[in-house]
């Protein structure tokens, strides 16, 4: 069997479409990229076996796959798992996928260490997250090994980390609240370690957020309103010693200091 006539494709630019020649009449066989028809020197009047068709087609098949990876790096740096996963998305056999990959990592297409210190990078600059979060990103998320992960995580130095945690404490402090300066600080802390950032971290800002952020003006006006809907609430139901404990308890669950508390209920005279 001989290669007849070899054409380009109208539409891809970069395919051909193969005729042969079986010795009686000429059909279309199979149609390649350019890179392919140049690899294997395909030529008109060229002598082909099946078995090379046949690898000719599967190569082809590995490609154009290889091209939808590099399309899919174009829009940003991937993870190797990112780019397993988008191909197993376009139901390229495995056995292909993992040929992709080897190709990708030898032409330094992708790499695992630049990617996660990359991550890192932009999450420090963009986000607030912490870094026990971040490296939970890139271990479950961008299947990057826990090890990468854990040398890219050192970027988040104690520095960063404070800088990163102050700023989240400041807006968060800042803002307007109906509960206690205890309260506030106790959400604080669980804002923090739920972001990620080191306990030793969360400890210094918290104790930064108790000597800048307690207004005093501000916790009696939440403890009134506080005090005062309780007092609605229970004045019906008890009074006298009763009345009080009840309140007590409740406001110091609130986080409200007991001093506080004492001088709300002697200024709404509950006994």
Not at 192 to 199: D, V
Request: aromatic letters at 8%; one cysteine or more.
């Amino acid at each position: 069997m001989k290669i007849s006539r070899i054409s380009k494709q109208k539409r891809a630019t970069s395919r051909y479409n193969i005729f042969l020649d079986d010795g009686n009449e000429e059909s279309y066989g199979f149609s390649v990229d350019e890179d392919l028809l140049v690899e294997y020197h395909l030529h008109k009047g060229m002598t082909i076996e099946q078995s090379l068709i046949q690898t000719l087609k599967q190569q082809d098949t590995i490609h154009q796959s290889y091209r939808q990876a590099i399309n899919y790096l174009g829009y940003r740096m991937r993870s190797r798992h990112e780019i397993k996963q988008y191909l197993s998305r376009k139901d390229v056999d495995p056995e292909h996928i993992d040929e992709i990959i080897v190709k990708l990592s030898d032409k330094g297409l992708i790499d695992d260490k630049e990617f996660a210190d990359m991550f890192v990078r932009h999450r420090i600059q963009q986000s607030t997250k912490g870094p026990q979060l971040v490296k939970k990103e890139l271990i479950v998320t961008k299947g990057i090994f826990n090890e990468i992960a854990s040398e890219a995580i050192e970027q988040y130095t104690y520095d960063v980390q404070y800088s990163r945690a102050m700023n989240v404490a400041k807006k968060r402090m800042r803002r307007k609240s109906k509960h206690s300066f205890q309260r506030q600080i106790q959400q604080l802390q669980a804002a923090l370690t739920r972001n990620g950032f080191a306990h030793s971290v969360i400890q210094d800002v918290v104790e930064e957020c108790r000597s800048s952020f307690n207004d005093i003006d501000e916790e009696w006006e939440a403890l009134s309103k506080h005090g005062k809907r309780l007092l609605r609430r229970y004045e019906g139901q008890l009074s006298g010693f009763t009345l009080q404990n009840k309140l007590r308890e409740a406001l110091y669950r609130q986080g409200f200091s007991m001093d506080n508390i004492n001088n709300f209920l002697d200024e709404n005279s509950v006994e």
